[in-house]
């Protein structure tokens, strides 16, 4: 008998199953439809995209029970494997006993219609038992242990940088203060941390190679699609690297994950493909097809101003030491290289203080990657290790005593150092083709809004 | 040649290595000494505990300036592979190019001499690369993999519960209040999490087996060496899934990343049980090889009582319904099992309104791990399902109403269901045999402590 069997390994090992062994299933009722002789139940118990069709008959002394058991219900049974070759699902099972069931509200917000995501995300508690959010949350693990196969492979080590912090690694952005009874807890005012990169490189410059994956923060008030309070990055750092050197990283690993997304999860991607962007496959194979192409920022300027009347931007003002738009970055992407770029060597001015400043003494060593249909996805810079220049950019700053520890690094056998950073629920979209955040995170915390 | 290689590849593919090959190294100086005629540098580079030893020579134009670098200072050399058999190293490399170096400060803190944890803890920035602290990431990393692994082996899905929650889990301890500029951002109050667990029942509701792993926060004044503000949990919920179920897990979770850490991190394991804790080793077999015990805390008492004059506890005032103390755990699993053993069915009172109350009314159906040495490890329980029951464990609290949509699940479709938490950094000081948790953390976060 195969007792507590899920119904993603009941698909997987079907062809291996005898006809009438016994099978245990759990699950939630997805549909109950029967007449006066026969009854069938889809069953998902989300460990897969299909459900399993289980049947029973007038004849059962069940029957009565089970034909009242609403969509929602949990179900627990025993029951017969039997083949179907030729109908719509390879295999059904014939019910002989009912182990468990618990039945459900009449008032259950999922039923069998479609909802649109704005009524999903006010039951966000249940939400996780629809069709797309049932896959959003497989194709969610299935991406974060890709970052890790990735990386463990290539010899990084995973590493917990502090949620806590007295200090802000971008200077930018609003945070949040942490306090207990309105009082500070720790020996200054504390908040919680927009980047581990810091951190990070204290244990770059320590083991070679790391990479902290957890959860950031920004206390911004925009409302926009691509904008949560909390979020998951992953932020990889590496002694010993140059900027060269993290952009072949960088493209290793996001091919790495799509390809491993799209063989382990065929499935949840061709559901995205059918239903939420019959583009997606197409755009995950162009990443994969090609070689990412590298342009420089003053190029890029050059481009958009011979491209300005043509593209019709919002914000036709294109200069050199602008911060590029969405729009821009898009239009770079999409129109230009038809295929992920990197853009580097960006003005100073407009990047944060401890990117490696360049000969020019105008632009600093940092890669942006911008990709068709969302603009940035990575973010990453080679770091600057000479003490004398990175004091000169850090000593004005009014929390300049926090930050001196970061400067020590650079006194004591500092080396060329890089890294980058990744929006996990960003990337998660980009996979998927979902296109608000708060549809990818379960329970999602955005401005004045913590229902759950 | 062979290109960046780390120190941990150079010893494990050792024996493949052709003499006279050309290879390049990366790391800090760990020892440089030298005569008139030779100088030895014993280079590390944080992926192994052990260093390379590089040799140069008088006859060398490199002499002079490698002869004057500091410990700590970061070099990287091309050299010869030369096996040295008889020695105490394998090989060595004798230098022919430095590719590049960057000299250390001379206030450069971790020299030769052994240096206390107290110490090390003020330079937190830099103790990464001492011995100790080398080991103690190798292994957090090599253990927190392990959880992965075996999780996912067994169909659990990683979910990332959120960290900001304007609900409580345990009702206990006291909460960290996140604000921007004192207001609240939110639409009620925010406090950062103390458990993943109930959100993770939701969507244990919907997917089987999931787990949450990342931060957790108690804003506690203690100053012990278990207790830090920040530290890492590792919370699996497993629908379909009663107390004994989750007992069976827990049991081959804790076995099988122990014995992944033993292969793995065999010199990291070994330098502790030589350095920190000389029966480490010992105690870690004894895990791996013995049956997890299993006693109601109803027996526990009772042998406690028995035993209260000869075990001269500190608190000797044992009755039915006490919250067992440390000592007491540590009696039971030490004194009369010999081995870590599951406390099970404890007084309602002592424990969270979550957990599912037995039939005698009077205990509800959780389990604790006790292990020798540490006392509690694990703490669980199979989560209260039936509607009724919960509503009135919960219809008193003042926060009722933030609750409902955990009591929502109990209406639709729920079913036997449990869970569990391991303190990962906990489980880290077990398996190190490490002390105090801020020497397993390397930015730890402690009332009145935030340095870095």
């Given at each position: 008998m195969l007792k507590k069997n899920n119904i993603k390994k009941l698909y997987?090992?079907?062809?291996?199953?005898?006809?009438?062994?016994?099978?245990?299933?759990?699950?939630?009722?997805?549909?109950?439809?029967h007449n006066s002789?026969?009854?069938?139940?889809?069953?998902?118990d989300g460990t897969t995209i299909k459900n399993v069709q289980l049947v029973y008959k007038s004849t059962d002394i069940f029957f009565n029970e089970l034909s009242k058991l609403l969509i929602g219900s949990f179900l627990n049974v025993e029951g017969i494997f039997k083949r179907t070759e030729g109908k719509q699902q390879p295999f059904e099972i014939i019910i002989k006993k009912i182990v468990d069931f618990r039945s459900c509200d009449n008032d259950y917000p999922l039923q069998k219609q479609k909802h649109n995501f704005e009524f999903l995300r006010d039951i966000a508690h249940i939400r996780g038992r629809s069709n797309t959010f049932g896959a959003i949350n497989r194709v969610r693990n299935c991406l974060a242990m890709a970052m890790h196969f990735f990386l463990q492979k290539h010899n990084f080590l995973w590493i917990h940088t502090p949620i806590i912090?007295?200090?802000?690694?971008?200077?930018?952005?609003?945070?949040?203060?942490?306090?207990?009874?309105?009082?500070?807890?720790f020996d200054c005012d504390a908040f919680l941390t927009v980047s581990g990169q810091l951190h990070a490189e204290s244990l770059a410059l320590s083991?070679?190679?790391?990479?902290?994956?957890?959860?950031?923060f920004r206390a911004e008030k925009s409302h926009t699609t691509t904008?949560?309070?909390e979020f998951w990055m992953l932020e990889p750092e590496m002694a010993f690297s140059d900027l060269k050197d993290i952009m072949k990283i960088i493209e290793r690993l996001i091919k790495f994950c799509i390809k491993y997304v799209l063989k382990e999860c065929k499935n949840e991607i061709d559901f995205f493909n059918n239903f939420i962007d019959n583009n997606l496959i197409e755009k995950l194979n162009n990443v994969l097809n090609n070689k990412f192409a590298c342009v420089t920022y003053t190029k890029v300027i050059e481009i958009l101003k011979d491209n300005a009347f043509k593209a019709n931007f919002e914000n036709k003002n294109i200069f050199w030491g602008m911060?590029?738009?969405?729009e821009h970055e898009r239009f770079i992407t999409e129109k230009i290289f038809k295929k992920p770029v990197f853009v580097v060597n960006y003005p100073k001015e407009i990047k944060a203080f401890y990117m490696r400043l360049n000969r020019d003494n105008k632009t600093v060593a940092?890669?942006?990657?911008?990709?068709?249909?969302?603009?940035?996805?990575?973010?990453?810079?080679?770091r600057e290790d000479r003490y004398d220049v990175l004091k000169k950019a850090i000593e004005h700053f009014s929390d300049y005593r926090k930050l001196e520890w970061y400067l020590d690094l650079r006194k004591y056998g500092c080396c060329t150092h890089s890294g980058f950073g990744i929006g996990f629920d960003r990337f998660l979209m980009y996979i998927t083709g979902m296109k608000n955040i708060r549809d990818v995170q379960i329970f999602p915390r955005v401005h004045g809004h913590i229902q759950y």
């Open positions: 997987l090992y079907a062809k291996t199953i005898k006809d009438k062994q016994t099978v245990i299933v759990n699950g939630w009722i997805k549909a109950n439809r002789t026969i009854g069938f139940i889809e069953l998902n912090t007295s200090n802000d690694a971008e200077g930018a952005g609003e945070k949040f203060k942490v306090t207990v009874n309105n009082k500070n807890f083991f070679g190679n790391v990479y902290t994956f957890g959860p950031t904008h949560a309070s911060d590029l738009q969405t940092a890669c942006d990657l911008l990709v068709p249909e969302v603009g940035e996805l990575v973010g990453g810079s080679q």
